[in-house]
């Protein structure tokens, strides 16, 4: 699991050590991601399946892409699909992907890279591996979060931001035990290269054997930590996680990760994915595609999308046929 690492985690800032009278964070529910497939047909996991979505807000959905190996013509990806009222963002591990929208935006990601997409009032997008991948085959692990936006903002223009994997900032816990990648939002007084609308923050971190990571969190934000792989143990009260559980936080100011003294052959350490946010707390109706704030929108989202209001496919990714790609409008990464 590479995404960015470091040869001396010692050389790192490091976050500051929590404060006499911090309030950890209690466990609330630990969940298990159920399995399935996404797009033209690679493996996933649901990492918000079963949790309330008032426990999740500002967020609506998460899959864990893989982690797979994949053979020489088996790498899979999205045909092209619309969005309307809510953001995307895609964090590739391993492997390498490809986007391009309607709006313009796209490009290749790869190791340790994030996309973030804001679809705001409607966006057509596409997102697969590309050609070199599909004829080697090879490894592909990454993660796609949806965030949501306020009523006020579902309907801003389009963007896109290109997150490079040297632009997250690295900083490591006070005895250097765990390394993290601040994606988006502030950790400790670092602030990731993320511009969100909502706020909030993602960092990807990685906690040796027997260490202990004291996060400091915005007490105003929610608190998830999702586990991409390894084992170990989350919250004041020691509950237990491995890969594929997603743990929601209770209220305070830190939240408390350890890595389990024993880590098996393949997961020498304990990988999770914490994120956060300050809730929106406003109604949510959401179909396939399209997070809006009532039903109506969404229907009107369907309208918008088949009268081709949402945008067109650029004429660079038509086939040559003159046939485009068939556009899905059920829910997808």
Do not use: C
Request: glycine letters at 12%; aromatic letters at 8%; hydrophobic letters at 40%.
């Amino acid at each position: 699991m590479p995404a960015v690492t470091v040869e001396d985690t010692t050389t790192l800032a490091r976050v500051p050590v929590p404060a006499p009278r911090t309030v950890r964070r209690r466990v609330r529910s630990v969940t298990t991601a159920p399995r399935g497939f996404e797009g033209e047909g690679f493996p996933v996991r649901r990492a918000f399946a079963g949790v309330d979505l008032r426990d999740l807000d500002p967020f609506i959905h998460m899959d864990q892409m893989g982690e797979v190996e994949y053979a020489p013509g088996e790498p899979k990806g999205t045909s092209w699909h619309p969005h309307r009222g809510f953001e995307t963002v895609t964090y590739i591990i391993d492997g390498t992907f490809e986007h391009a929208d309607s709006h313009g935006g796209g490009g290749s990601i790869t190791n340790g890279d994030t996309q973030w997409m804001t679809a705001g009032g409607g966006v057509l997008h596409i997102e697969r591996p590309p050609e070199s991948l599909v004829v080697s085959g090879g490894l592909f692990h990454g993660l796609q979060l949806w965030v949501n936006l306020p009523q006020a903002q579902k309907w801003v223009e389009p963007r896109y931001q290109d997150l490079r994997a040297d632009q997250a900032v690295l900083l490591a816990s006070p005895d250097a035990g765990a390394f993290l990648r601040v994606i988006a939002g502030d950790v400790g007084g670092h602030a990731g290269p993320g511009t969100t609308y909502t706020p909030m923050a993602m960092v990807h971190a990685t906690i040796a054997p027997g260490a202990t990571l004291d996060l400091p969190w915005d007490p105003s934000f929610n608190a998830l930590v999702y586990v991409l792989s390894g084992n170990g143990k989350v919250g004041i009260d020691d509950h237990p996680v491995t890969g594929g559980q997603l743990a929601v936080f209770g209220p305070g100011d830190t939240i408390t990760v350890k890595g389990a003294e024993h880590q098996d052959s393949r997961t020498p350490a304990l990988d999770v994915v914490i994120l956060g946010g300050r809730p929106i707390r406003e109604p949510i109706a959401m179909y396939g595609p399209f997070v809006m704030n009532t039903r109506q929108e969404v229907m009107d989202a369907f309208t918008d999308f088949q009268a081709g209001r949402l945008g067109s496919i650029p004429a660079a990714h038509v086939p040559h046929t003159g046939v485009r790609d068939t556009v899905d409008v059920g829910q997808d990464s």
